[in-house]
C-alpha cells in the first residue's frame, strides 16, 4: 500500500501534499499523498529515518520537493511564500533558540512579528510550563526548552501545528504536560494538528487519524478507532500441514512448533469461524495495540515492497 | 517581500552581535589611537592591529550571523515563522555587512580626520588607507560569498586564509610602486589615476561577491 487511505480530494483540505517525491543520497521519499482534514489531530508515525521530518518540512516550505505540490491553509508552499505561515506553528526536535539570549527575548521577537500573538495565554504557558522568562535559553534543559518552542508556537494562536516529534527526549512530567497542554487545544475544533513520533503512546493518545510511514512511503493511514477495530492477531494450534485460508488482508506473522500466529487488517467477525473451520484451533482472537499494529504494518509494508 | 519582517529579523540580528561589534570598534579605534602615538614602532604595532582587528571582525561575524544559524539550528526556528527567504536573505546580508562596515567605517573615519588633524601625520598616506581598507572589504565579502555558498566553517576559513596572503602581496604591490610610495610620505592629499584604478577594481570584486552572495542565497531550495 503505497497511498494514504485518505486520497486528497476537493475540499478545504488544511493541507493537502499530493505526488510528492524527495531525493536525498541516502533516502527518497516516494509519491506522498496526504490530506488533512480542519479541525483534526492527525498522527505521523514512523521509525527514525522513515521520512517524517522531511514531509513536514517540506509543508513548512523549508525543504523543496522534487515533485508534487503542497498547499497549506489553502495556500501553495514554497520557502518563496511566507503568508501562509502566519497561522503555522511548526515544532521541530532539532529547531534551537539563540542561547545567549532569554525566552524574553523571544517572546518579544515573535510577538513582533504576530499580530495574533496572545499575551495573556503567553503568561499563562510560562507559569503553567514553570518557565522563567528571564532565563537564558543556555541554561534551560531539553524539556525546558521545547516547551519555551512550544509556549512561542502556542501563544500565536496558530490555525495548524505541525510537531515534529515534540515529546521526544522529554521526561514523563514533562511529556504529560505538553500532551495535556496539546489537548486542551484539541477541544478547539478549529485548529488542526499533524503530530509526528515513533512514540505510538503518545500519538494514540491524542490523535484522530494516523498515518504510518515506513522508508519514506505511506504504508497505512486510517482513523484511529478503525484502525484499532480493522487490525486483530489470532493465535492457532495447527498440525504442520496446515494451509491457512485465503482470507483477505491475513498474513503469517510468526510460528512456534503447532502455535501460528496469524494477523489482519481487515477484521471481520466471521474471520474466527473461517479460521475454526479450516482445521485450526482457535486459542486467541486479540485486539492489538496500535503500537503492535505499527510493527506488523511496517514488516507488511517491507514484504509488499520487496 | 515583507519590509516589516525584513527590519524585524536585521534588528534582531543587530542586537544580537551587539557586543562583538561594539568590541571590534572599540578595539579597532585603539589600534587607530596606537598608530598614532610618536614612535615607529608603535605605528607599526597599531598598522598591525588594526588589519587584524579588521579580519577578526569579519570572520567573527560571518560565523556568529552566519554560519552559527546553521550550526546550531536556529535557522529552523526563523524559517517557521512567516519570512520568505527572500526576507531572510536581504535581512542576513545587508546585517552581516552592516555589522562588519561599522567598526571597518569607525577605524577608516578615524584615521582620516586623525591624518588631518595630528600634526605629523602625512595626509598623503589617505588613498593608500583607502584601498587597503577596499582590498579587506572586499576579502570580507568573498568570505560571505563563501560562508553562503558553503555554509562551511572550513571552506569560509581557507577563503580567510588565501586572502591574508593576498593581503601581503597586495601590501607589498602597494609599497613598491612607485607612485603609491611617494604618496605615502606626502604632504598633500591627492588622488593620481592609479589609486582610482585599483579603487575601481576592488569595487567591482566587492559589488560581484555581494551580488553573486544574493543570487546562491535566494536560489537556495533547501533551507535545513
Request: aromatic share 8%; net charge negative; charged share 20%.
Amino acid at each position: 500500500m503505497s497511498t494514504a487511505l485518505h486520497q486528497p480530494h476537493q475540499t478545504t483540505a488544511a493541507a493537502s501534499l499530493r505526488g510528492i517525491a524527495k531525493e536525498y543520497k541516502h533516502f527518497r521519499l516516494n509519491n506522498i499523498d496526504l490530506e488533512i482534514e480542519p479541525g483534526t489531530v492527525n498522527g505521523l508515525i514512523g521509525p527514525n529515518g522513515a521520512g517524517k521530518s522531511t514531509i513536514m518540512r517540506i509543508m513548512m516550505g523549508l525543504v523543496a520537493p522534487d515533485q508534487g505540490t503542497v498547499s497549506v491553509l489553502g495556500q501553495p508552499i514554497s520557502s518563496r511564500e511566507a503568508s501562509a505561515k502566519q497561522d503555522i506553528g511548526f515544532f521541530s526536535d532539532d529547531m534551537r533558540l539563540y542561547k545567549s539570549e532569554s525566552i524574553a527575548f523571544h517572546m518579544q521577537f515573535v510577538r513582533s512579528l504576530f499580530p495574533s500573538w496572545d499575551e495573556e495565554y503567553a503568561q499563562q504557558l510560562l507559569d503553567r510550563f514553570g518557565l522563567i522568562a528571564q532565563q537564558k535559553v543556555k541554561g534551560l534543559s531539553h524539556g525546558q526548552r521545547v516547551k519555551a518552542l512550544l509556549l512561542l508556537i502556542l501563544a500565536r494562536r496558530p490555525k495548524l501545528l505541525i510537531l515534529d516529534e515534540p515529546t521526544n527526549g522529554l521526561d514523563p512530567v514533562a511529556k504529560q504536560e505538553v500532551l495535556s497542554e496539546l489537548m486542551q487545544i484539541v477541544n478547539d475544533e478549529t485548529r488542526t494538528i499533524l503530530y509526528s513520533s515513533h512514540n505510538t503512546q503518545d500519538v494514540e493518545q491524542i490523535s484522530d487519524t494516523i498515518t504510518f510511514i515506513d522508508r519514506g512511503r505511506v504504508i497505512a493511514s486510517n482513523n484511529r478507532d478503525e484502525f484499532l477495530d480493522s487490525w486483530r492477531r489470532f493465535k492457532l494450534q495447527a498440525p504442520q500441514n496446515w494451509q491457512a485460508p485465503s482470507i483477505d488482508g491475513l498474513r503469517p506473522e510468526s510460528t512456534f512448533g503447532n502455535l501460528r500466529v496469524m494477523t489482519t487488517d481487515r477484521y471481520q467477525t466471521e474471520v474466527e469461524a473461517r479460521l475454526q473451520s479450516s482445521g485450526a484451533t482457535l486459542e486467541a482472537s486479540e485486539a492489538m495495540t496500535l503500537e503492535e499494529i505499527f510493527v506488523a504494518a511496517v514488516v507488511r509494508g517491507r514484504e509488499e515492497k520487496q | 517581500m515583507n519590509t516589516q519582517a525584513i527590519q524585524i529579523l536585521f534588528l534582531k540580528d543587530l542586537f544580537l552581535s551587539r557586543w562583538p561589534m561594539f568590541g571590534y570598534l572599540v578595539g579597532g579605534l585603539l589600534s587607530v589611537m596606537v598608530t598614532c602615538l610618536p614612535s615607529e614602532s608603535a605605528g607599526f604595532i597599531g598598522f598591525i592591529l588594526m588589519i587584524t582587528v579588521t579580519i577578526a571582525a569579519g570572520i567573527h561575524l560571518i560565523g556568529a550571523l552566519l554560519l552559527a544559524e546553521s550550526i546550531d539550528m536556529t535557522r529552523t526556528f526563523i524559517m517557521s515563522l512567516p519570512v520568505s527567504l527572500l526576507d531572510y536573505s536581504i535581512a542576513k546580508i545587508s546585517v552581516v555587512l552592516v555589522a562588519f562596515l561599522i567598526p571597518w567605517f569607525g577605524m577608516l573615519a578615524s584615521l582620516t580626520i586623525l591624518n588631518f588633524v595630528v600634526p605629523e601625520a602625512k595626509p598623503g598616506i589617505l588613498p593608500f588607507l583607502v584601498l587597503l581598507f577596499l582590498f579587506m572589504l572586499g576579502g570580507f565579502c568573498l568570505q560571505l560569498f563563501t560562508a553562503v555558498v558553503t555554509e562551511s566553517v572550513g571552506w569560509t576559513i581557507v577563503v580567510l586564509v588565501l586572502g591574508n596572503v593576498t593581503l601581503n602581496l597586495f601590501l607589498k604591490m602597494l609599497y613598491e610602486h612607485p607612485v603609491i610610495s611617494q604618496l605615502n610620505k606626502s604632504e598633500v592629499l591627492s588622488w593620481p589615476p592609479v589609486v582610482l584604478q585599483i579603487m575601481a577594481i576592488e569595487a567591482i570584486v566587492i559589488l560581484i561577491a555581494l551580488g553573486l552572495t544574493f543570487m546562491f542565497q535566494i536560489r537556495r531550495r533547501d533551507l535545513v
